[in-house]
């Protein structure tokens, strides 16, 4: 028998994490996709005083040195209530093992302290109108110019960009070879001379998209991260922490509660369906704690990504069947409804996340070109 109760230390944390959302949803609201929607600095400051920011981190660096697990437990907690932890969610998930892994002294110095006291917010600069799935295509140019880079190009879809104080641009700073050389990573002060802002709005209402447009922007050199050139395989690292982690199965937990405290329970084809979506959540999470163990295959967080968003677009299917009107008449739930598609689309499509399990986890052979 397997026994999936958490122990102790880990419930006295889950349920500290759970005390500390309900406070942060009283104060701030209940967001969708709360990681990427739910925008409070002060409340990221809250998770900063609990420790909750940049907790796995090496304590050399200022983290907690604590496990993925702790954090998959408290993060569960923050998401599945909708609690506003957007504003340091990327540089906790992302940019701060970015620094640790590839950064210099100076940079850790420099950057790391800022993200672990909520401070500052990241955005990421990645995808570009032509270039979103085939990340080496983009054409954002960085030219070095003696002690700075001139940078010029357009990117899109930066979530936060109109509130963040840097972006970590990918970029390119050579045509030459194949595609994937030549791309490097810098930070960019988002308030640099030639950087302008324009939010997209969703279908949602949403808008921490933007539209960020760079033209002659001067960064100085010391603020490119990792090797000029070869920041490829550096970006590709980034891309599996975005992807396996617990934020990608219960973004829409609230909708799923919301759902079935409305379902005609009598009803054996719903019961069914309940059934069915509960099971997925426990393997979807099993599928997290596999990656937070580190137990998973190299590359797996793809499929881990494809599951888990699949996953949360049944449950938004199932409360749109259940809710039907009554669901559009509530601002929050219509939000998490339409918003299903995003899912599958950040952080990569399920297309291409069924390409890396075929062709780097599975090894299957690829279609001749
Ligand atoms: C909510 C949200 C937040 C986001 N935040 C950010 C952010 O902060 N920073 C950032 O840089 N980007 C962000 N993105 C952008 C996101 O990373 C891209 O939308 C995504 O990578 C897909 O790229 P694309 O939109 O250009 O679609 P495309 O790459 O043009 O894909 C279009 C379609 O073609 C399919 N396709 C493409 N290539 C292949 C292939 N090789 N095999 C099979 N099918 C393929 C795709 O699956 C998709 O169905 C965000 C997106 C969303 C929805």
Redo the contacts with the bound molecule.
Sequence with gaps: MLDFRLESELEALRERAAAVAAEGVAEFGAFT?SW?NGYSKDFSRRLAAEGWIGMTWPTEHGGGGCSNIERIVMAEEMISAGAPIAASW?ADRQMGPSFIKYGTPDQQAEYLPGMLSGETTW?????????????AGLKTSAVRDGDTFVVNGQ???????ADADFIYL?CRTSTEGPPHRGVSELVVPMDSPGIEVRPIK?MTT?Q??CEVFFTDVRVPVENLVGVEGAAFKQTMTQLEHERGGIDRLVSNRLLFDEAVAAADTSDPVIRQEIARLETGYRLGRILVYREGLKQAPAGFSAATKCFCTEHQQRVADFAAGVLGLDGLLSDQTRRFIN?A????????????M??ILGERVLGLPREPR
């Design positions: 996709d990427i990327f955005c990421i600069g990645m995808s570009e109108p032509d270039a979103g799935s085939d990340l990117k899109i879809w930066t979530s936060f960009a990918i969703d949403n921490h998209f918003y598609p995003a899912y599958t689309i950040m952080g990569g499509t399920s297309n291409v069924r390409n």
